[in-house]
């Protein structure tokens, strides 16, 4: 008889403490998945928080990318527009003088002699050659003279009273001003009218 109690003493020992176990298994397991579950939420929102970030980066990025490559085609447009400026500078004083040593021959001189009116006819054919490659290339010729003074374009060398014309109007043309492709070249030197 002695080995049964044994059993029997063990059994119910056995048996009250399994479900101890088992309970607190239980609990233990439940806990751990709504922990296990909040963290995995708690992860996920991390990840889409960081997803987000990213995304916002990336279109960021991109943007600045479509900007730069836009400033870029604009900047070469303007270098491929704008790039003779230099040139056309110096070239400038060139055609002024064309224009002078035009405007310096008498007419009366160039009627009378024959030799001179070919060399007149022969540097006003070279001005206009000029003139033609100015304007293939976007240079034009401000003769403004008539307009309205305008400081972006002209520059008052001196005002004439007198006029009959308003205040402020371009009444003489000291020296032509130029501009390529709108951007001013040289502004053209001019005779304003004063207003009485």
């Known amino acids: 008889m002695s080995a049964e109690p044994r059993p029997e003493a063990t059994e119910p020992e056995t048996g009250a403490a399994r479900p101890e176990v088992e309970g607190v298994a239980e609990s233990e397991a439940a806990d751990g998945g709504d922990a296990a579950l909040t963290a995995a939420l708690e ?12 995304k916002d980066q990336t279109l960021r990025a991109m943007a600045e990318t ?8 604009r900047e070469r447009e303007d270098t491929a527009k704008y790039a003779i400026s230099g040139f056309a500078k110096s070239l400038l004083d060139a055609a002024d003088n064309l224009r002078r040593a035009i405007d310096a021959v008498p007419a009366e001189a160039v ?8 060399l007149v006819d022969g540097v006003a054919a070279t001005e206009r050659q000029l003139l033609a490659a100015f304007e293939r290339h976007g240079v034009t010729r401000i003769e403004p003279v008539g307009e309205t003074f305008d400081p972006n374009f002209h520059q008052a ?24 492709q709108g951007r001013l070249l040289r502004p053209a030197m001019v005779g304003v009218a004063r207003g009485e």
């Open 157 to 180: 060398m001196f005002e004439l009273p007198g006029t009959g014309k308003p205040s402020g109007t371009v009444v003489q043309v000291v020296q032509p001003g130029y501009v390529l």
């Open 66 to 73: 479509e900007n730069i490559r836009r400033r870029s085609e």
């Open 43 to 54: 992860r996920i929102a991390e990840l889409e928080a960081e997803t987000a970030k990213l």
């Open 111 to 118: 009627e009378a002699d024959a030799a001179l009116k070919t």
